[in-house]
């Protein structure tokens, strides 16, 4: 017989345990007092190839890496149950283009190139570090040759004019038809830091543009990325020495008219750290007056933090930036510890996995019945692969639109003995997912590849993968390699995608740049 001491305490226990059950979580902050910051200058350019025929020199003390912010801590979080176990068919998609683009020697040598690129109407422009060029996307004629990107501000005064600053990226507004180039600006002691912007006036990326500077004082805005959203174009940064992870937005509706347009950004605040803000694919925009999703990894290994950025520029302080919305995913380790670990033939330098952080972009795209957001990183591989670095992709969906986002689908794509890292993902409209990556062990030098899924396929499985370039160099004397790359859709058929990435053709630094465009078969 139970004692009735003996009893209590079960009863006290059970109790206890119910009161797990009940109580709510904790809740999300809602984020105020957002500061507004006007551009120091603006104006509108001629046309670039005009400029174009007179680039500024590139400053070589720029070519100066920045170390690296010690970035989310998460260490092993248990297996990764994600990991694919069945091996899919060939990615079943044909190949359209498949070129070179800039390489380091045109681009001054610097290293990391940042190679990213954006597909319109009629061009594909791909930008690196501190060079762009712009193609014809039928013919991958090169419209205009790789030019130095300060030369867009060639007349306008200040950093941005004279001091090409790196980390760019390039995005193609869908909505407007029109290009958004930006890059970062600073001086030798980094006691003066901006972000320069440049929004096209027509749909020609070599044409005229609307161009912005943006000081961030003596706070490096490092590591932006950006995301076009119908009522803002979204910016994050890594702030080095205000507190590190910064979501910003840009007037977008100014920006496009060529007015004056506001920034506005809530404080850096830590662990909060290399933001994605999301980035609309497709011709159906996100509901009437849905905010930003920014999304950042979580700081354990179980978890992905999605924040809501709502914007009022006619009433700033209406402006909130709301979250974390905790997003369960299956444990994942980062690769490398986050560093440096990616290895390739003698004698290649070890390599940076930057599995720190998710990787550009966080592509988004409204089916009608739900939302959907895929993105990717790099993680530590399972079971019995030896390879140094897997991908680990999502797809979060919000079903009806406007809910909160949740995990539709998570896979982690790893080679049984070759690194994959450096990946970026995109959508079309059918629901067919590409991922293209680097691929690199001490056998295979880095090399270029892309894979993929159609909806039928088992949920979080992707099919084998299709080379797009062989590397026939390696890397040495820096062990920073890309930083991020780029999947973009066409606009044109909402099908084709378009894949930019660095490989080596000589070893050394002098990279080269790769650009793949294909489609899935099932996709008209």
């Not at 001491?5 to 206890?16: I, K, M, V």
């Not at 590591?223 to 910064?246: C, Q, R």
Request: proline letters at 7%.
């Amino acid at each position: 017989m139970q004692s009735t001491g003996a009893a209590s305490l079960r009863r006290l226990l059970l109790f206890s345990c119910l009161l797990l059950w009940i109580v709510p979580a904790p809740a999300q902050e809602v984020q105020r007092g957002a500061r507004v910051i006007q551009p120091t200058r603006q104006d509108v350019s001629l046309p670039l190839r005009e400029l174009a025929t007179y680039p500024p020199p590139l400053q070589p003390r720029l070519q100066t890496l920045f170390p690296k912010h010690p970035l989310r801590p998460s260490g092993s979080a248990g297996v990764d149950t994600a990991v694919q176990q069945l091996v899919l068919p060939n990615v079943t998609t044909t190949n359209l283009l498949n070129f070179d683009g800039i390489s380091g020697t045109m681009a001054g040598g610097a290293t990391p190139p940042d190679t990213n690129g954006s597909v319109g109407g009629t061009q594909f422009v791909e930008i690196v570090n501190f060079d762009f060029a712009v193609y014809d996307k039928t013919t991958g004629a090169v419209l205009l040759a790789p030019t130095r990107i300060n030369t867009i501000w060639a007349g306008f005064g200040g950093l941005c004019e004279t001091i090409a600053g790196g980390d760019p990226v390039v995005l193609w507004d869908k909505a407007a038809q029109r290009w958004l180039l930006t890059e970062l600006s600073y001086n030798g002691t980094l006691t003066s830091n901006f972000v320069c912007i440049a929004v096209s006036t027509s749909s020609d990326a070599a044409g005229s543009y609307n161009r912005y500077a943006y000081s961030f004082g003596t706070t490096l805005p490092d590591y932006p990325k950006y995301g076009i959203w119908p009522d803002a174009y979204y910016l994050s940064v890594n702030a080095f020495g205000a507190g590190f992870g910064e979501p910003c937005a840009l007037d977008r509706t100014a920006m496009l008219a060529g007015a004056t347009a506001a920034m506005i950004c809530f404080p850096a605040k830590s662990p909060n750290s290399s933001f994605l803000p999301s980035d609309m694919d497709g011709t159906t925009p996100p509901p009437a007056g849905a905010p930003n999703h920014f999304v950042e990894l979580g700081t354990s290994g179980t978890t992905l933090n999605e924040f809501d950025f709502h914007v009022d520029f006619v009433n700033p302080t209406n402006s909130t930036f709301t979250g974390p919305n905790a997003i369960t995913v299956k444990s994942y380790s980062l690769a490398c510890g986050g560093g440096t670990c990616i290895k390739q033939p003698s004698p290649g330098t070890t390599l940076d996995s930057l599995g720190d952080r998710l990787m550009f972009r966080l592509a988004y795209r409204n089916f009608g019945d739900h939302e959907s957001m895929v993105v990717a990183h790099s993680v530590k591989p399972s079971g019995t692969s030896t390879a140094l670095s897997a991908v680990r992709w999502y797809e979060l969906r919000s079903t009806p639109p406007g809910g909160k986002f949740s995990v539709f689908q998570q896979g982690t794509f790893q080679n049984k003995n070759i690194s994959l890292w450096m990946g970026s993902i995109a959508m079309d409209k059918v629901g067919d997912i590409a991922l293209g990556m680097s691929a690199s062990n001490t056998s295979v030098k880095p090399t270029v590849v892309y894979t993929g899924r159609v909806p039928g396929d088992p949920a979080g499985m992707l099919e084998s993968p299709k080379v797009v370039v062989k590397g026939t160099g390696v890397q040495s004397g820096s062990n920073r390699w890309g930083d991020y790359s780029s999947m973009s859709v066409d606009p044109a058929d909402d099908c084709t995608f378009w894949y930019s990435q660095e490989y080596a053709k000589t070893n050394g630094t002098n990279w080269a740049t790769r650009m793949v465009s294909f489609k899935f078969n099932s996709c008209h």
